[in-house]
């Protein structure tokens, strides 16, 4: 609330009083508020470095809990991500897995088709050969007349390996007995 004060030792005189009470109101209650206003500044200067640094504290302090938080969302998204990514890792190997297995019974069939006996032909031939191997030596000898069936896959290959060297072997020979002869 503004209120009138007069100052002491200015006279006033009545023609400017009656002539316009209104404008010398106003000037008192400019001049209130602009002392009011120096008032303001001289309290904010002396307390205006504490102030400050009051609002330099707290703007530190919140600061701080924003970056807390920031990092706190920054590792839940990177715990997500690393999450994600374990879980993409996994499905891939296991569908790396099932291409590789299917790779190697195709590869498997076509090999078979071609007469190569598979790892599993060759290991039950090793142990008719051990079988066959025990059993001549506790006859002493003897021819054993029973024998376990073959499997289909390996007497082919025999076969086949068979035929072709001893096609090839009589061929080179034949020319070198007809040197010899002669």
């Given at each position: 609330m503004v209120t009138k004060t007069r100052k002491?030792?200015?006279a006033s005189t009545g023609?400017?009083?009656s002539a316009s009470p209104l404008s010398g109101a106003i000037k008192d209650s400019a001049q209130q508020i602009w002392l009011a206003g120096l008032g303001a500044f001289s309290k904010a200067q002396a307390e205006g470095g504490k102030a400050f640094e009051t609002l330099v504290k707290e703007?530190?302090?919140i600061q701080?809990?924003?970056q807390?938080?920031?990092e706190e969302r920054l590792n839940e998204a990177t715990q997500r991500m690393t999450n994600m990514a374990s879980d993409i890792g996994s499905k891939a190997a296991g569908q790396w897995d099932k291409l590789e297995n299917i790779f190697e019974d195709r590869v498997a069939k076509a090999l078979n088709k071609l007469g190569v006996p598979s790892a599993r032909d060759i290991e039950a031939l090793i142990e008719r050969i051990?079988?066959?191997s025990a059993a001549v030596a506790s006859e002493g000898g003897?021819?054993?007349?029973?024998a376990a069936p073959r499997k289909a896959a390996a007497p082919k290959a025999a076969a086949k390996t068979a035929t072709k060297t001893a096609a090839a072997k009589p061929a080179r020979k034949a020319p070198?007995?007809?040197k010899k002869a002669a």
């Open positions: 002491s030792g200015t023609a400017t009083a703007g530190l302090s701080r809990k924003t807390a938080v920031a051990d079988a066959l003897k021819t054993v007349k029973a070198a007995r007809a």
